[in-house]
T-cell receptor, first 114, second 116 residues
Framework: EADIYQTPRYLVIGTGKKITLECSQT?????MYWYQQDPGMELHLIHY???????EKGDLSSESTVSRIRTEHFPLTLESARPSHTSQYLC?????????????FGDGTRLSIL | AQKVTQAQTEISVVEKEDVTLDCVYE???????LFWYKQPPSGELVFLIR??????QNEISGRYSWNFQKSTSSFNFTITASQVVDSAVYFC?????????????FGKGTHLIIQP
């Protein structure tokens, strides 16, 4: 069973606020991902990391940023939230060899910017 | 570029009926992996199955079965004797070793509604 945790589960906040979405995994996985999912739509990769101090942008352009200072922790930050950032954000991790192994997902953060 | 197509946006059946969810994929890579995930209303993604491009054997797990056909680039998912708890959005996804991120390319999902 995968152990990957996201907080908060739900967040409603005003425009212009700085937001950090937390993601932690206890499996020691090097590869971690952030996906964005609009309601009723598919998931799009916005960030990924190969390991500590590695971060890359995904297929979908995003104004968010990520950091990877510790293996288990992969937070996502929005410096100034806007209504267009309203979405669900899902964090995932996987064991090697990457690409072939299933990604294990957290429960997601449902973000609503007023 | 990779692409996954789930043409069925929504399917509604009565409990105990069998239902098949279609998935068609496109990739130029010879080595790739296909996945099915379930997303219940609570929002989390639950991994169901993985299949690699070299293994065309069909698989059965309880009431679930998967049919992988490289000739038609399809990886369909069948639920036999459906139950209300099967109601969810089901995503088909693709990844390849040639992709830089090894991230998953998802289809748009099929919303499955099982009516009692």
């Amino acid at each position: 069973e995968a152990d990957i945790y996201q907080t908060p589960r739900y967040l409603v906040i005003g425009t212009g606020k700085k937001i950090t979405l937390e993601c932690s995994q206890t499996m020691g996985h090097d590869k971690m991902y952030w996906y964005q999912q609009d309601p009723g739509m598919e998931l799009h990769l916005i960030h990924y990391s190969y390991g500590v101090n590695s971060t890359e942008k995904g297929d979908l352009s995003s104004e968010s940023t990520v950091s990877r200072i510790r293996t288990e922790h992969f937070p996502l930050t929005l410096e100034s939230a806007r209504p267009s950032h309203t979405s669900q954000y899902l964090c995932a991790s996987t064991s090697p060899p990457t690409g072939s192994q299933p990604q294990h997902f957290g429960d997601g953060t449902r973000l609503s910017i007023l | 570029a990779q692409k996954v197509t789930q043409a069925q946006t929504e399917i509604s059946v009565v409990e105990k009926e069998d239902v098949t969810l279609d998935c068609v994929y496109e990739t130029r890579d010879t080595t790739y992996y296909l996945f099915w995930y379930k997303q219940p209303p609570s929002g989390e993604l639950v991994f169901l199955i993985r299949r690699n491009s070299f293994d065309e054997q069909n698989e059965i797990s309880g009431r679930y079965s998967w049919n992988f056909q490289k000739s038609t680039s399809s990886f369909n998912f069948t639920i036999t004797a459906s139950q209300v708890v099967d109601s969810a959005v089901y995503f088909c996804a693709l990844s390849s070793r040639g992709g830089g991120a090894d991230g998953l390319t998802f289809g748009k999902g099929t919303h499955l509604i099982i009516q009692p």
